[in-house]
């Protein structure tokens, strides 16, 4: 029988991000009678001066402040990436002062692949501890210190006791490596579901993007939309300081609820999904995606991320030197016949569906 009830959350993100896999699950262990620890920002890397220089003449995102539900405390981290001896030192000294015990008798469940948030030891070192390591990021192709984060990935595989991964191309990486993780892709929460599924004839499409952009994003496609004049484009989220791109003011709402952003959805007809076309993007499962779903709008992209289950049924590439608003235009005719069964095929994968099965193979014996 589980007597564990407490849990303790290792995320890169703060708990005022746009939400993500990581408040999902907290908000989920917290209903569900959990003392729930959300530690946020444990970072995975030092910024280069240089991008520390850039982001000193852009003003810092303010993303609105959430709600901090019952059963829920939010800390911040002080853990260091991974990266060298000195901060490995540090690491583990922190670990041994100030998480130590409070990890005994807990849940302790990364979304980083640093051992030392779970002090570099497995758990049968530990007084009935159980860690679990999300794989939520393609750690063996990531962009910097990339030897260092396999060398601290393949660590992290072989500690923790239990290894979640939203990627069906890594959890076959995995299985193939005689490993037993749990295959848990994103889930929607409810007020992402349309509630008007009748078709708009407007003569101007309407175009949204909500969420992350970032220096690896397909910023080109987002771009093309906001300067193309037949479309009416709309921005919810936050854009990485890196980018150079500049947003009307009247199109750009700013990081928003997902009640809000969902709400506004209703009415739109097309979102996209601009992720590269890359070995990077070839392993992700981003939430974004099943959330547009969702919404029953044409979803654009110039990705193909094959490997998620009804992406090639229900996303649409477009080629932008083409005459992208007959093509547009036509795909949402065509689209029409689609939009219930991609709203209920989205029906399949709530977030409540998710975590009840998580829990099942956190206590599978």
């Not at 029988?1 to 990581?22: A, C, G, P, S």
């Not at 917290?30 to 444990?42: D, I, L, P």
């Not at 990935?153 to 995995?174: A, E, F, R, T």
Request: hydrophobic share 40%.
């Amino acid at each position: 029988m589980n007597k564990v009830k407490k849990i303790i959350i290792y995320t890169e993100i703060t708990w005022n991000f746009l939400d993500q896999r990581h408040h999902h699950l907290a908000r989920y262990f917290a209903k569900n009678g959990y003392s729930v620890t959300f530690v946020e920002r444990v970072i995975s890397r030092i910024p280069k001066l240089s991008e520390m220089k850039k982001k000193s003449f852009h003003q810092k995102t303010q993303f609105p402040e959430k709600t901090i539900p019952d059963n829920i405390r939010v800390v911040k981290s002080y853990f260091l990436p991974c990266t060298n001896r000195i901060f490995n030192l540090w690491n583990g000294m922190y670990w041994s002062l100030a998480w130590k015990q409070k990890q005994q008798g807990s849940l302790v469940y990364s979304f980083l692949n640093n051992p030392y948030l779970i002090g570099n030891i497995p758990d049968s070192k530990l007084l009935d501890r159980i860690s679990i390591f999300d794989v939520i990021h393609n750690w063996e192709a990531f962009p910097w210190n990339s030897e260092m984060h396999k060398i601290n990935y393949h660590k992290c595989l072989d500690l923790y006791s239990k290894i979640v991964v939203d990627s069906p191309k890594i959890n076959s990486n995995l299985l193939n490596r005689r490993l037993s993780p749990h295959l848990m892709m994103p889930g929607v929460s409810p007020e992402w579901f349309n509630k008007n599924l009748l078709a708009d004839n407007s003569s101007r499409p309407r175009v949204v993007f909500f969420g992350n952009l970032r220096s690896n994003s397909d910023v080109q496609l987002v771009e093309y939309f906001i300067k193309n004049k037949l479309f009416e484009f709309h921005f919810f989220g936050v854009i990485d300081s890196a980018i150079d791109l500049q947003i009307p003011i009247e199109s750009n709402h700013g990081a928003r609820p997902s009640v809000v952003v969902a709400d506004f959805l209703n009415t739109h007809d097309v979102v996209l999904l601009p992720y590269m076309d890359n070995s990077f993007s070839s392993t992700i499962a981003p939430a974004k995606y099943f959330e547009c779903l969702a919404t029953g709008a044409l979803i654009i992209s110039r990705a193909k991320l094959n490997h998620l289950p009804g992406w090639k049924r229900y996303v649409y590439s477009v080629n932008l030197l083409g005459s992208v608003t007959d093509e547009i235009k036509a795909l949402l005719l065509a689209h029409e016949k689609k939009t219930k069964s991609q709203v209920d095929f989205a029906m399949q994968n709530s977030w409540d569906k998710r975590f009840f099965n998580l829990l099942k193979h956190i206590f599978e014996k």
